[in-house]
């Protein structure tokens, strides 16, 4: 015992002082983090909108070390060879609804339990990560389910992409984030419903209490709820004001839903970091925008694939009669929008669509004039920005983590290559 015990000493002694306080927490001495070094014919810069050949990217850990054509490979490293791929950064869906599928629009959510609705999570955060999303903020979700599935991903439990999660939507009574599918004597009202000042701060502090990274609003009707209009607002602009100034100042951003006008121009003036949807965006709503720097997150895709969806999702009539007024008239008030120069970041609304089609999403913003490239930064660059993690995502640069994908073809000309995500690496771990 005795001899093992001091030849251990004496092994921990010519240890650097970092190794060796690791080792005594793991009781083993720890190993230098190998190098990974993964290797393809090029790779974007999305910040530049460019395509260097002979790309490197090294990695040691869940970081990079470095990245750029032709680095030299430390001796040791383990390679791996993409050939003649495109290797690009993990991509970033700034809105999705990971435990909810389209099937659950309507009056099926009913009979659905919060378990049952996490497991669906489970499922659908394995399909986005697949499919190249390495990183999503969830914006609004049941009973916490969001963050009981980051926590599991965090936790190694299942896999998933990195999330920043809401928890329930804020809404007001009756509003898009209310429970509006049920009668009125079962007496049911949506965990994130707050009328009123007061009301607003205790929710947004017991969503962060629990767990929000990220306070999501509804500061408008929505299309997939009964008994509003996506065109009028909803929360006040001293109850938006209450709910994101309290988000701040606890170190929370605050992204709002909101088509019509009049609740995009409140939701700004309120100081929010992001407008969801955007639908009926005005002039006037450009111009703010553009002065506070608020990001838009246009969901398009989702319009095709719903309204000719709706009959086997058993959509009910008076929401298709919704999305049928309201998701063309997006597409050309967002198209406005994004010639106006409107900051943009990336996302789908994944949910109302099934999980893993997200990257649809970028041909809609090439159709309404962005360049590739412009469209690939939404998803990279600027939802890092937006999510407040550019110190950690949405660019393969040193120090940042090791979440890359790799595609055929050349994204920087035809976007709908990233429809089809061939590799996935998350935090230094081969994925797919
Ligand atoms: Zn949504």
Known sequence: MNVIASSVRRALASLPAVLLSAAAAADVPAAPAAVTAIKAAHMVDVRKGTVIDDAVVLVSGERITAAGSKLAIPAGATVIDLGDKTLLPGLIDSH????????????????KSIPRSTLTGAKNARLTLHAGFTTVRDVGADGYTDIGLRDAINDGDVPGPRIAASGPAMGITGGHCDDTVHAPQYGITGLGVADGVEEALKVTRRNIKYGSDVIKICATGGVLSFGDDPRTSQYTLEELKAIIG????????AAAHAHGGEGIRLAVLA???????????????????KEHKTWLVPTLYLGDWLIENAEAIKLPKPLLEKARVVLPQARINIGRAIKAGVPVAFGTDAAVYPHGLNAREFAVLVKLGMTPAQALRTATVNASELLGWSDRIGTLEAGKFADMIAVDGEPLKDVTVLERVRWVMKGGAVVR
């Not at 999705?96 to 009979?111: C, E, K, N």
């Not at 309290?246 to 951003?253: I, M, P, T, V």
């Not at 969801?276 to 111009?287: L, N, T």
């Open 271 to 289: 100081g929010v970091d992001s407008i969801e949807h955007g639908s009926y965006i005005d002039d006037e709503g450009i111009k703010l925008m």
């Open 246 to 253: 309290d988000a701040h100042r606890l170190g929370r951003k």
């Open 96 to 111: 999705t609804h990971l435990t909810a599928d389209p099937q659950d629009a309507g009056y099926a959510i009913v009979a």
